[in-house]
């Protein structure tokens, strides 16, 4: 312990580099406090909390009255769970297109600093064979559960074909196709009402001594 003066001088002038002493190794303590502060910092403020969703397959393309199925993963980070929901647009009128989800909601524990997957789930759309032939979009929407959570939403392609049969008309109206058949049915009609005309002539004729 040394005893300085103001211009950094002890008592004895030989002694004056060990007065200095104390102040060397107090800011080489600061300093090396200030790296080790600034080393750590950004473990405590990177990343943020954070979730993805992928579909896989993204597309279909089925028949009128048939279903598809996909895979949704969810990958989070620091989220402990997300809800799924989805709906279909456009509308059909003539037969609706829906969406399931199964679970409807991923949990996860991760507490990685990157985004790892969660969990998955299936995903199916369904159609009905009266289905207006037409390409709709799903969309699949995750949520962050609770208030002012994250949202993420993906989308699904599906183009529905017409379904082959009776509901195949060869690109006939309805109109057309009924008025095809009423003809069909009237010449079947008259033409069975001539044969049995004909047949009761012939017996009359007969009949005449």
Do not use: W
Request: aromatic content about 6%.
């Amino acid at each position: 312990m040394y005893l300085c003066t103001s211009d950094g001088y002890n008592a004895e002038h030989r002694n004056s580099s060990r007065c200095r002493l104390p102040l060397i190794a107090f800011g080489t303590i600061t300093i090396l406090s200030a790296l080790f502060l600034n080393s750590i910092q950004p473990v405590y403020s990177q990343p943020a909390p954070d979730f993805s969703i992928s579909i896989n397959p993204s597309s279909a393309a089925i028949t009128a009255g048939d279903t598809a199925e996909s895979i949704i993963t969810v990958s989070t980070n620091f989220i402990p769970s997300v809800s799924l929901s989805c709906f279909t647009s456009p509308t059909s009128s003539s037969g609706p297109v829906t969406c399931n989800i199964d679970p409807s909601t991923l949990r996860s524990d991760t507490s990685s600093a990157e985004l790892v997957p969660a969990g998955t789930a299936k995903l199916t759309i369904s159609t009905k064979p009266e289905t207006q032939p037409n390409k709709y979009t799903v969309y699949v929407t995750g949520d962050e559960e609770g208030v002012g959570g994250i949202q993420r939403t993906v989308a699904f392609e599906i183009d529905v074909k017409a379904r082959a049969g009776l509901l195949d008309n060869g690109g006939l109206s309805p109109t057309m196709l009924a008025l095809i058949i009423g003809v069909a049915i009237a010449a079947v009609g008259g033409g069975a009402f001539v044969a049995l005309k004909k047949r009761s002539a012939r017996k009359a004729d007969q009949s005449i001594p």
